[in-house]
């Protein structure tokens, strides 16, 4: 299973950007789709995820600028972000719960980031 995340770059402040992370290989189920960031010199944080059953929480931080969606045929899902601050500039990761086969336990998976910079 491989995540491929895409969307990210330079915008000014105020402005909206679309992450996607579409999940590929052998996968049963997904459960929980989450995005993470990390900015320099700062520890990973849990942006938000959604639930199987759409299901949503954010971050504080982000609540009312942020949101998730999921695309279940495409094993996608996105983060629209929108009213962008620079302290939004950070690498995004996604990250999912998969389960490979029906009788395989749950795993997680991590895609490789992608760079959002916010311009003041």
């Known amino acids: 299973v491989q995540l491929q995340a895409s969307g990210g770059g330079l915008v000014q402040a105020g402005k909206s950007l679309r992450l996607s992370c579409a999940a590929s290989g052998s996968i049963f189920s997904i459960n929980t789709m989450s995005w993470y960031r990390q900015a320099p010199g700062k520890q990973r944080e849990l942006v938000g995820a959604?639930?199987?059953?759409?299901?949503?929480n954010y971050v504080d931080s982000v609540k009312g600028r942020f949101t998730i969606s999921r695309d279940n045929a495409k094993n996608t899902v996105y983060l629209q972000m929108n009213s962008l601050k620079p302290e939004d500039t950070a690498v995004y990761y996604c990250?999912?719960?998969?389960?490979?086969?029906?009788?395989?336990?749950?795993?997680?998976?991590w895609g490789q980031g992608t760079q959002v910079t916010v311009s003041s």
């Open positions: 959604i639930t199987s059953a759409g299901s949503t």
């Open positions: 990250n999912f719960r998969i389960r490979e086969t029906i009788i395989s336990p749950e795993r997680i998976y």
